[in-house]
């Protein structure tokens, strides 16, 4: 993506700000992303799963700093000749998913239980934002720290716990639990996404098959009946 906006920019003269988010959180984050998947797991009694030692370590970046950078990123636009810029909006720090899971549970007051897992290979080993360049361009400066910003995610998440449907009901499917939330919201994406490969595609044959070849779709769709 980086590379085609550079020959646009280079050919047609437009003005291009790449911006590189790193590891974003806070309220109403997608279930699925680590932070908002182990704190439901604490409240729940749940195992988190950690692979190898614990010492992968990701640059975590609170989200009001995300939309401060976006912001000045914007303004910034269209001022003087065009330009091609590559930003990175990051806290500027790391902290390893152990570390992360103990901030966690000392935020939500519940000991965690972790299910330690052998090493995935690929698996990154860490991330951290160089922030410098963004710093000098537009003023760019991370201003929530981890410890506050899971403080602030406990304290939004934490209400909730006693009426998801997240925590009493799980399935388990491809050999792994699954919320039921996430299952079923999977069914419905691979629902809509079938339907939109069959219409495109213009064969009912794909269509039946797109949606019956994801065991998720299954699931859901019989969970749905069932209940």
């Not at 602030?152 to 716990?161: G, V």
Request: net charge positive; charged share 20%.
């Amino acid at each position: 993506g980086e590379l085609g906006l550079f020959t646009t920019h280079h050919l047609y003269g437009l003005d291009v700000t790449g911006l590189r988010f790193f590891t974003v959180y806070g309220p109403r984050q997608r279930p699925d992303l680590a932070i908002h998947k182990f704190a439901r797991c604490i409240l729940a009694g749940m195992p988190i799963e950690l692979f190898g030692d614990g010492g992968t370590s990701r640059d975590y970046t609170w989200i009001d700093d995300i939309i401060d950078g976006v912001v000045a990123s914007v303004d910034e636009q269209g001022r003087g000749a065009p330009a091609f810029r590559i930003y990175n909006l990051g806290g500027s720090r790391t902290t390893t998913r152990l570390g992360l899971v103990e901030l966690l549970s000392n935020a939500l007051g519940k000991k965690p239980v972790i299910e330690w897992k052998p090493e995935q290979p690929g698996d990154m080993k860490r991330t951290l934002a160089d922030v410098s360049l963004v710093g000098k361009a537009i003023g760019y400066a991370p201003r929530v720290p981890i410890e506050e910003g899971i403080a602030r995610f406990a304290a939004w998440i934490a209400p909730y716990a006693n009426r998801s449907l997240i925590f009493p009901w799980r399935i388990r499917t491809r050999g792994k639990t699954m919320p039921l939330a996430i299952a079923l919201g999977a069914a419905a994406f691979n629902v809509v996404n079938a339907i939109l490969n069959g219409f495109y595609l213009g064969s009912l044959a794909h269509y039946s098959n797109a949606w019956l070849a994801d065991p998720r779709f299954v699931i859901g769709a019989l969970l749905f009946l069932l209940g």
